[in-house]
């Protein structure tokens, strides 16, 4: 993917989390979209690690370190 389809990738994803009609409170929509937005840049760290792993050194403990990062992200709400 290059960098103009990863950014339309990337826009999309928050503007679909941000402008998406859940029938929630402000409040609760708010929560929601920042901790499903925080999600998507978790899931890319992952991803990329996952994808580029024989560029770095210590790629498990970097993966390990965003999987438990999701998780506790996955508890606030």
């Known amino acids: 993917m290059n960098p103009i389809e990863k ?3 990337l826009f999309d994803k928050y503007h679909y ?3 998406n009609d859940n029938g929630m409170s402000e409040n609760e929509s708010s929560l929601m979209c920042a ?3 925080v999600l998507i840049v978790v899931d890319e760290m992952i991803y990329f690690l996952n994808d580029h792993w024989q560029e770095f050194f210590s790629w498990k403990s970097d ?3 965003w999987e438990d990062v999701k998780s506790e992200i996955n508890k606030l709400t």
């Open 7 to 9: 950014a339309k990738e």
């Open 17 to 19: 989390q941000i402008c």
């Open 35 to 37: 901790r499903n937005c």
């Open 63 to 65: 993966i390990k370190f």
